[in-house]
């Protein structure tokens, strides 16, 4: 795989390179060609890949996916993508995406009331389950087969990107 000082030099230099330069795209870069971008680079340097080659390497590569998954993130929402350009032009390298918009307040409505199909509803009561004892990961198994069997229902799919961002969140959830 990679060569550790190379890996870890790169990790290293994300630091200084905006979103656009993480991802290797120009800044007039389309939402698709983004959105290649990011899963052309998460597929060289997912921290999964590089678990045998010791932990120096694994960090390295879970630093790099995260910043990745960074820029992907701002840069795929138009609000954020604008006041990142903004940012950047003043020579800000990083967005701060809680300081553009807000997180929409969900009412307590647990994932099983949201679920309208039989067989959703039992996948979603198991997410509420594992999600209220922290178990975050086995909470997204279950949430992703609730929306196979839940397929048109909006309300759960963002509940299942909320739990994608919270995911990346967690310290330590990529090596």
């Not at 030099?9 to 870069?29: C, H, N």
């Not at 067989?119 to 209220?132: F, R, S, V």
Request: aromatic share 6%.
């Amino acid at each position: 795989m990679a060569e550790t000082s190379t890996f870890l030099a790169w990790a290293e230099s994300l630091e200084a390179m905006s979103y656009y330069e993480i991802l290797r795209v120009p800044e007039d870069a389309s939402p698709g060609e983004i959105q290649q971008a990011f899963h052309d680079l998460s597929l060289r340097c997912h921290p999964d890949r590089f678990v045998e080659e010791g932990p120096e390497v694994a960090a390295a590569a879970a630093s790099v996916f995260k910043r990745a998954a960074e820029a992907y993130n701002v840069l795929r929402k138009p609000a954020f993508r604008v006041r990142y350009d903004a940012e950047l032009k003043k020579g800000q390298l990083k967005l701060d995406e809680r300081a553009v918009e807000p997180k929409k307040q969900h009412e307590q409505r647990t994932l099983f009331m949201i679920a309208r199909t039989p067989k959703a509803k039992q996948h979603a009561a198991k997410a509420d389950e594992l999600l209220a004892r922290g178990k975050l990961d086995d909470a997204r198994i279950q949430l992703i087969s609730a929306n196979q069997h839940d397929p048109n229902n909006d309300e759960l799919k963002e509940r299942l990107d909320i739990l994608y961002e919270a995911l990346m969140l967690e310290p330590g959830d990529l090596l």
